[in-house]
């Protein structure tokens, strides 16, 4: 089963979307740290604010 439209890797190129610009890829970086570090503060602050809601409650942690 040879379903591939490629017959042949004659002039087969590569492409490296910002790969000369290092700017652009120190952006990327810093853009993604921030969300990661975004969605980890925001994760902390739902299960402190969780945490409080149930020991107000009286609610025993469960393991």
Do not use: Q
């Not at 492409?15 to 610009?21: G, K, L, N």
């Not at 952006?27 to 809601?53: D, F, Q, T, W």
């Amino acid at each position: 089963m040879n379903s591939a439209p490629i017959t042949t890797w004659e002039g087969a190129t590569a492409y490296f979307t910002f790969a000369d610009s290092p700017g652009v890829l120190a952006l990327c970086l810093l853009g993604s740290l921030a969300v990661c570090i975004y969605a980890i503060a925001s994760m902390v602050k739902h299960e402190n604010e969780s945490y409080r809601k149930l020991k107000e409650e009286g609610v025993p942690p469960s393991l």
